[in-house]
């Protein structure tokens, strides 16, 4: 459930910004569009994008509440005040201002399109195709048409002739020829006129319209208009008293032409004969039109009444005959304003001042910017969480969101004063084509160069050592740094006198070698073997191993996995010593304070080293032990083969995740045990007892299946299970680098051991999710690596396991011999949280899907303070995309609950907790060895990308640093 929520908050983070991105778009052009229909649709349009995108705003809010009440508070703590709280507020700023704004731009502009209203009005024969050709080419003007006229209500009839009246010659707007310009269309008309709807003929008619008014006097013009011309709306009712041309049929004839002020004739054509093409109306004595318009002609806005008498062409329908023509006598030429032509330019759009006022008025515009700004923050803050603590970054943010609504107001009062001003004209292709290639440049640059700052600011310190950590410490809610004694970690030693009850040299050298199967690897081995000897000792005893470095060129050390040694022993270059170099030795010596299954392995550029062979299972036995029965250390890994073939060998290109890399090293990875990648046959007579000791010694969980007989987990991580039950059918999930003992007494019939699902070595962890793969981990993918352990050593292997999967939570029991030192009320000195989360952005200089604890990557991590004798609590969650081995060095953690639910069964001690995607556990520990220990992902991959941190006793110091000039690098 919390894998699916931070999944669907890192979705619908993107997702917000993108709405609410296209929804500011739009409310910043709105005021642009050019008639106020379009705005009008636009305006709609805008309102259903706003509703959608305060929905997807509701949804990204109430996903990132949910990983809060899910995971808990310190899980998503970021998610609720980076995205939460600011698009809550802004989300409220766009619901009281904005919808309401738009909703009073949708009251002022024309709903119904005019061609529907057109084809109410005009007979059937009419098409639209004309009434679009009329809109766009025929003006209607006072004083023109010959038509039969309809006289509106409360107007009588007078009669114009057919020719053109006394009116003085008109003048065109400036930039306009005087051939019947189209004024503007949006502004209501002041004087009478006529208004042409519609005029549709059949193939072939000539129709020529004129009319005859009786003398008016001239008005002045407004600059930009010319007397007598202009075009009106073409459909709404007149305001006022005026008349209706509804229709006019006309014979086929020879052709008739349009003048006007002429006595019906034209310079260069002749008089035009009477007949019955040549129509009369009848019409009040008309006014002068105040300034603004021509006289004789107002150009209303289409959709908006006019405001004095005029005529309305409702439709003209003539038969079959020649084909209508309009022609107008020659005007002189205005000059035209730059980029238009003379008798063909387009004055204002045909929005109202008002309305195009309203449009781009703050409360449209801004706060849905700022709801952008905000979305826009909240996805990259999600994309890339900041390290608390939170307080002044949330404070930033809502500082920086207020800052921008100012000034975005400020400007947004400037547009509107610019939009608003008349003659104002939407700027030219050409010149928003500058404005936007110019911005897409601006930004490309500013992009580049934070890629790379952030490239630069990434890059890992040569050197990070004691100085570091002395001021990054997380208290846990204990006291701070200081109150203890001053130790040097390099003190803190095991015994380094006496003779040793067990001595081992383990030589590290680079070689290519073959496997018992036969594949050649590129290896790093201990001692020429894969995996390195096993090492057998004694709890309590003294152990000395010699560690000698012949040739491997970036170092080696040596960690003790799971055993608690003293803190100089625990063998982590840069922290507990320096790394071996060639030619060079190491002395360990501690004594094992613990019986188990544990395993070595190189920790100087461990994601390399341990993925090529540097490792080796050491077993830690009870004093007095019998040698009784089968005791069988099977060691799993995934080997990168050279030169195999996937279809021939089984083996799968890839392993580790595709976010995790390739085990550090990439190639064909096939799994063994051991160095066989085949069936390995044991003959084991019926009865015996029998203890398989399964080390998993790579990055992700690995899948086992034990067929043909009912078996025991007796310890888990090297600790001893209470009161373990039998199990069959049962399918056992190891942690990257954990470690199963499971018991049995072997039956009359074989017992087969094999890997049911091993994300390891399969192609399918090449997924978004890594090792998890939802859950999946290589299910299905039986590998060839299998033991059998048969009486007779010729019987076939059983079917594999296909039951649950085994759940140590509630396996066992607890009795008075397994005492725990934690209770459900127990006082902890310290308590720490930690969200393991994934974060886009740049390590040591590369851009990366980064592996984060609390938002941070090593070295900027706060190691986790404790002081002798502390009893510490810690939650993880996890809210990545993959698993996470969280391995915490010289101690043993104790699982106290999973996903809310309390451990029920024997203590499950462990050193190496896998924690899946979703994933919320609590454990504890005494912290009761001093030093300064790593506490990492033990994916290595992921603990050489930076998931790495420290558990620091208050007092202890060391004097070894790590870095590139150090030659220390620890993963």
Not at 888 to 912: F, K, Y
Request: with cysteine; hydrophobic share 40%; proline share 11%.
């Amino acid at each position: 459930m919390v894998e699916n929520l931070f999944e669907q908050n890192l979705l619908w983070a993107v997702l917000t910004a993108l709405f609410w991105a296209f929804a500011s778009r739009g409310a910043r052009r709105l005021p642009t569009r050019p008639t106020p229909r379009s705005l009008g649709r636009r305006a709609r349009l805008g309102l259903i994008l706003l509703t959608v995108s305060l929905l997807v705003l509701a949804l990204r809010v109430a996903l990132a509440v949910a990983l809060a009440t899910t995971a808990g508070w310190p899980a998503a703590t970021d998610f609720v005040l980076f995205a939460a709280v600011p698009l809550t507020l802004t989300g409220t700023a766009v619901a009281a201002f904005t919808v309401p704004a738009y909703w009073r731009l949708l009251r002022q502009t024309p709903t119904t399109p005019t061609y529907r209203r057109l084809l109410r009005q005009t007979p059937a024969t009419t098409t639209v195709p004309t009434y679009r050709r009329l809109l766009r080419h025929a003006p209607a003007t006072p004083g023109e048409g010959g038509a039969a006229i309809r006289p509106a209500a409360g107007q009588t009839p007078s009669t114009h002739s057919g020719t053109a009246g006394p009116y003085p010659p008109p003048t065109a707007p400036a930039g306009h020829g005087n051939a019947g310009t189209a004024t503007d269309t949006g502004a209501p008309a002041t004087s009478p006129g006529v208004r042409l709807a519609a005029v549709s003929t059949p193939p072939g008619t000539q129709l020529t319209t004129t009319a005859t008014a009786p003398p008016r006097p001239a008005t002045p013009t407004p600059d930009g208009e010319a007397n007598g011309s202009s075009a009106t709306d073409p459909g709404e009712p007149a305001a006022t008293p005026g008349l209706r041309l509804a229709a006019v049929s006309t014979p086929p004839g020879p052709p008739a032409h349009r003048e006007n002020g002429g006595p019906g004739t034209e310079p260069g054509r002749p008089p035009v004969p009477p007949g019955p093409q040549t129509i009369t109306t009848t019409a009040p004595p008309l006014p002068a039109t105040p300034d603004g318009n021509a006289n004789g002609s107002a150009a209303t806005d289409p959709g908006a009444p006019a405001t004095s008498p005029g005529l309305r062409l409702a439709g003209i329908s003539t038969p079959p005959g020649p084909q209508l023509t309009t022609t107008a006598p020659p005007r002189p030429a205005v000059p035209a304003p730059a980029g238009e032509a003379n008798g063909n330019a387009a004055t204002d759009p045909g929005v109202p001042t008002d309305l195009r006022l309203a449009a781009a008025s703050w409360r449209v515009v801004v706060p849905v910017r700022v709801c952008f700004l905000a979305s826009l923050l909240a996805g990259g803050l999600t994309l890339h969480p900041p390290a608390p603590p939170y307080g002044g970054l949330l404070l930033l943010e809502l500082v920086l969101l207020v800052l921008a609504a100012s000034g975005l107001v400020l400007r947004q009062q400037r547009w509107r004063a610019v939009v608003g001003a008349p003659g104002w004209r939407r700027p030219s292709r050409a010149r928003r084509l500058v404005r936007g290639t110019a911005t897409v440049t601006a930004f490309a640059v500013l992009v580049t160069g934070g890629w790379a700052l952030a490239a630069e600011r990434s890059r890992l310190p040569e050197s990070v050592g004691q100085d570091h950590h002395a001021h990054t410490y997380d208290t846990g809610g204990g006291p701070a740094a200081g109150q203890a004694p001053a130790r040097d970690l390099t003190a803190l030693t095991g015994p380094r006198t006496g003779t040793p009850d067990r001595s081992f040299t383990l030589t590290a050298s680079a070689r290519t070698m073959r496997l018992a199967s036969g594949e050649q690897v590129a290896a790093l081995a201990f001692n020429g073997q894969l995996p390195g000897p096993e090492l057998r000792v004694r709890e309590g005893e003294l152990v000395e191993v010699v560690l000698v470095n012949r040739d491997v060129r970036a170092g080696v050390t040596l960690h003790w996995h799971g055993v608690d040694v003293p803190a100089a022993e625990d063998g982590v270059a840069g922290v507990t010593q320096d790394a071996v170099r060639p030619g060079e030795r190491h002395v360990y010596r501690f004594r094992p304070p613990r019986a188990g299954t544990f395993w070595y392995h190189a920790h100087q550029q461990s994601s390399t080293a341990v993925a090529r062979g540097l490792f080796g299972a050491l077993v830690v036995e009870e004093p007095g032990a019998d040698a009784t029965g089968v005791d069988r250390t099977v060691v799993a890994h995934a080997w990168s083969v050279e030169g195999a073939k996937g279809a021939a060998t089984g083996g799968r290109p890839g392993g580790g995740g595709a976010l995790s890399g390739q085990n550090g090293i990439g190639g064909l990875l096939r799994t063994a045990f051991g160095d066989d990648t085949r069936l390995r046959r044991e003959r084991v007579p019926a009865g015996t007892p029998v203890r398989l000791r399964l080390v998993n010694a790579d990055n992700c969980p690995r899948t086992y299946s034990l067929a043909g007989t009912a078996f025991r987990v007796a310890a888990i991580d090297g600790n001893d299970v209470s009161g373990p039950t039998e199990l069959r059918g049962t399918r056992l999930r190891i942690a990257g680098g954990g470690r199963y003992d499971v018991t049995f007494r072997q039956p009359d019939g074989p017992v087969h051991l094999t890997v049911v699902g091993d994300a390891n070595a399969t192609s399918a962890s090449h997924g978004t999710e890594g090792c998890g793969e939802d859950g999946a981990y290589g299910a299905g993918q039986v590998e060839t690596a299998s033991l059998l352990l048969d009486p007779t050593g010729t019987a076939d292997p059983p079917p594999t396991a296909t039951g649950p999967l085994f759940d140590p939570l509630d396996y066992g029991s607890r009795t008075a011999a397994t005492p725990v030192p934690f209770a459900p009320g127990t006082r902890y000195d310290r308590d720490f949280h930690l969200v393991l989360g994934n974060s886009l952005g740049f390590y040591d200089g590369r851009p990366m899907v980064l592996w984060t604890v609390n938002n941070a990557v090593y070295p900027d991590i706060p190691a986790l303070l404790v002081r002798d004798g502390d009893l510490v609590r810690v939650s993880f969650v996890n809210r990545s995309l993959d698993d996470h081995p969280m391995h915490l060095h010289g101690h043993r953690m104790l699982v106290l609950s999973r996903n809310g639910q309390e451990a029920t069964g024997s203590p499950w001690w462990t050193d190496t907790l896998n924690i899946a995607p979703g994933e919320r556990f609590e454990v504890a520990f005494r912290a009761d060895n001093p030093g300064l220990w790593m506490d990492h992902c033990h994916n290595l991959d992921h603990a050489r990308d930076g998931m790495v941190l420290h558990l620091a006793y208050d007092g202890v110091t060391t004097p070894y640093e790590a870095g590139s000039s150090t030659g220390n690098l620890p993963e």
